[in-house]
Every structure is written in C-alpha cells, then in structure tokens.
C-alpha cells in the first residue's frame, strides 16, 4: 500500500485524530474544547473528498448534494456540526446545570440525602448513600456530588466511628455511573443525540443498568472496608470541626422532601412517559379517545419534549432555590450566573466534540468497522467498550472518551441494519468511560482532595471499583443485546 493510500485509510485517519485530542490534551495541556476542534481540523484536512462524498451517499444524499458536502469548505463543515450538536444539547445542559445549582445551593439535595437516611436507618446508611450519590447524580454534575456528599460521609462516620472507606466509595458508586448513564447528565444526554437513542428509552435503561453496575460496586465496596481501615483524616479546607456543625443543621432549615425532588421528577416523568406514548400508540390510536383524554396526551407530548421538560424542571429548581433563599433578583442572577457558567463550558466541550466526532464519520470508518465485523456484530459491543476505555485511560475525561468512542461508531446507525437496538452500544460506550480512572483525571484528584484518602488509597480502591462495575456493565449489556435486542422499539 503506497503512502498516499495509507493515510486514506480511515483507521490510519482516525488513529491521528484521537493521538491529536489525546496528545493535546496530556502533553499540551490543552483544554478539551481547544483539544478537539484542533482533532476535527486536521481529521477534515487529511480526509478525502472521495470520502466524504461516498459518506453523504450512504446517508441517503443525492448526487448532486454529496458533492457539495465533499467541496464545502472544510471551516462550514465543523462550524455546521459544531451549531448542530448544540442545537441539539445546549438547552438540555444550561437547564441541568440549573437544576443542580439550585439542588445544592437550596439544601434540597441534602434534604434527599436525610430522608434517604431516615427510611433506612443508620445500619443501611450506606445503600442509602449509594441511592443518594446515584440519583442526585442525574442532574448534578460528579465533582458537584462529591462536594456535597463527602463532608455527610464524615460526619456519619465520625458518629458512628467505622466505615469511612465504605461510605466514600458507595457515594463515588453512584455518582460515577449515573453520570455516565442517565440523561440529563452531559454525557449519556450527548450518546443519545449521536446514537440516535430516545432519550426516554436512554433513562429507563440507563437507570436498570446503573442499579446492576453499583450493586457489584456496592459489593467491592464492603469487602474493601473490610480488607483496609482508613480513618477520617482532618484538612485546612474540609476540617472536621466545621463538618461537625453543618452536620448538626436542623431539619427545619431544608426544604421538605417533595419539593427538593419536584425539579429531577418533572423531567423524568414526562420524557419517559412520552416516550412510552410514542412507542406504544400509532397516530391512528391517538385520536379514538375522549376529548378530556386527548387533552391529556397532547400535555404530556408537550411537555415530554425533552427542552421543554428540562425548562420545567429548571423552573421548579428556581422556585425552590427561591424559597429557601430569599434572595433578591441580583441575588437569584448571580446564581443563574454561576449555574449557567459551569453549564457553558460543557457546552463547549461537547460541541467540539459533535463537530470532531462528524469528521471522524465523515472519514468512512461506519462502512471499515462493518467490513471487520460482518460474521459477528456482537463484536461491536465489546469493541465501543474497548474504544472508550482506551481513550478515558489514556487523557482522563470520561466525557472527551463518550464523545469519540460515539463518533467513530455512531455513523452505522441507520446505514447498516443491526442485529440490536443501538441502545447497546451507548451504553456499552458509557460503561467504557469508566474505565480508569487515575492521576490523569481531574475527578481522580477531587476524589482525593474531598476525601482525604492518598493517591495510593484511591488507586487500589476507587479505581478498580469503577473498573469493576464497567465490566459488569458490559457482561450485562451483552447479554440483553442476546436475549433483548429491541430491534422492534
């Protein structure tokens, strides 16, 4: 194979696109965002026109419109898909930034985490801890759930005087695979766009299969405390003094335990329940029901759009917000401002990632992977996993490998007939990303910053955790892809 041929290649092609983003982003130290578009330009620059022509054919393009895709500028082409993703996400991620600022700043989320308490009791404390980090880890981002819950950990554990390291990795459990797993968290909220998955299906199966994955998490986490005793450790920033008196708040200052949930039901209510509509009923059946029952259906599609459900929910994380702080309208801004700011760098990231996962399909590769995989499709389970766990290994980002992994794979959807839905392959994309975490991670050192365990601590403890419940993840995936393949949903 001469040269120029090679780097036609679109394995050869890819292999340099991830090498730029994760090169960029380990020896640059360049931020994500700068990291991949750099990726996206020089995958668009080095892929042959030839290819990108045959790629908008294979989507069903004309002639005369793949052309013009494969002559267009190669700036139009990454700006368009770049607008395209945050069309698609941008809302969704402001809003769940809202929802998780209120959720902290308003004592709702620490309201959860009691109750939770209160109905199983201290003995159970952990699974409710495990329950907690899981669902506030939905809307709420990871390093946000750490802050939030680890000083509760020590408070608890100062009281009851054991299971520290039990109850810092149930918590890291939950919040580390509900972030990867269920919308509308950044990640799985942008694997359902690229794999073309509803997003109410994405939340039902995302929540089954997290509550498999933490439970062999939840598993390795008691033997590990029984195996290793690691004490609450004071700090200048999390000194055991000050935890000791937040833990002492009273009940009266939270808001009550429905009204901390309203901002995380709304949303999941009506997406799931429109997405059971819309996979249940034709338009036909839609229209032979009562006028008072039309009504009702027309509401729940309205607000079951995932935007307008994610305004709801933002809207009663505002009211709660305000309720509890009485703040002034310059009061609430700053606090939309802070939300939004956090938010908006996520956006970007993602965007980044849209515009250099389309030049990655661009490339071809959907039509190579087929072709290395035609006598056996299950291959391709195990293999997005294997994408995404090489990428998040070798930069760190969970995110930068659900992004890529998604890229170079999402392209087969609708060119080639799968013999799964590929559901199958977003998760197994998402539980990829969690393998593994360590110093290469800003999340591993927030982790040990929050916590207060050494670097060594979290290495033989967290990071084989999280490579644990990955790997049960794909074990069960692959076997619901058997057995469930969903091909009819």
């Known amino acids: 194979m001469s040269l120029p041929d090679l780097f036609a290649d679109p394995i050869v092609i890819i292999l340099i696109g991830v090498c730029i983003v994760v090169g ?114 939905i809307p709420v981002f990871f390093d946000a759930v750490i802050f939030l819950m680890m000083p509760l950990a020590k408070a608890l554990s100062i009281r009851i005087n054991k299971n520290y390291l039990l109850f810092v990795l149930v918590i890291l459990a939950g919040a580390v695979m509900a972030n990867s797993l269920v919308p509308p968290a950044p990640g799985p909220l942008f694997l359902a766009g690229a794999m073309h998955i509803p997003i109410g299906l994405m939340i039902v199966a995302g929540a089954i299969l997290g509550i498999i994955t933490v439970t062999a998490g939840y598993i390795y986490a008691l033997w590990a405390n029984r195996k290793w005793t690691v004490p609450v450790r004071d700090s200048l920033d999390a000194r055991l003094e000050d935890i000791k008196i937040n833990s002492e708040k009273q009940d009266s200052q939270l808001p ?34 009562s006028y008072f029952m039309n009504m009702v259906l027309q509401l729940v599609r309205f607000f079951g759009d995932k935007n307008v459900a994610l305004v709801s ?23 939309i401002h802070a939300a939004l700011l956090s938010g908006g760098v996520i956006i970007l990231i993602i965007g980044a990632g849209g515009a250099f996962g389309s030049m990655l399909q661009q490339t071809g590769i959907s039509s190579r992977i087929t072709e290395l995989t035609k006598g056996y499709q299950m291959a391709l389970i195990p293999l997005a996993f294997i994408i995404a766990a090489i990428i998040r290994t070798a930069q760190g980002s969970a995110t930068v490998a659900l992004i890529t992994a998604s890229g170079i794979l999402s392209g087969m959807i609708g060119t080639e007939h799968l013999q799964f839905h590929q559901l199958y392959l977003g998760l197994a994309i998402g539980c990829g990303s969690k393998i593994m975490p360590w110093m290469n991670d800003s999340g591993f050192w927030v982790v040990c910053k929050m916590s207060n365990l050494t670097e060594k601590e979290v290495l033989k403890t967290f990071t084989p955790m999280s490579i644990i419940m990955g790997v049960t993840g794909l074990i069960f995936i692959l076997i619901s892809a058997k057995v469930f393949p969903l091909t009819g949903v």
Request: charged share 15%; proline share 4%.
């Open 24 to 137: 960029g982003i380990i020896g640059l130290k360049l931020h994500p965002f700068l990291a991949l578009l750099l990726g996206a330009f020089v995958v668009a620059i080095i892929t042959p026109a030839s290819a990108i022509e045959k790629f908008a054919l294979a989507k069903g393009a004309s002639a005369a419109a793949a052309l013009e895709m494969s002559n267009r500028h190669i700036g139009e082409r990454i700006a368009l898909s770049f607008g395209e993703t945050c069309g698609k996400l941008g809302i969704l991620i402001a809003m769940a930034s809202i929802i998780g600022k209120s959720l902290l700043e308003s004592g709702g989320a620490e309201r959860i985490v009691r109750s939770l308490l209160k109905l199983t009791g201290m003995k159970k404390a952990p699974v409710a801890f495990l329950a907690s980090s899981f669902f506030i880890g």
């Open 256 to 289: 009550s335990i429905w009204f901390s949930l309203l901002p995380i039901l709304i949303p999941l209510l009506f997406i799931c329940a429109n997405t059971f509509l819309t996979s249940s009923q034709t338009p036909a059946e839609a229209t032979t029901h």
């Open 313 to 335: 929910g933002g809207v009663a994380a505002l009211f709660l917000l305000a309720s509890q702080k009485h703040e002034s309208r310059a009061g609430m801004t700053s606090f």
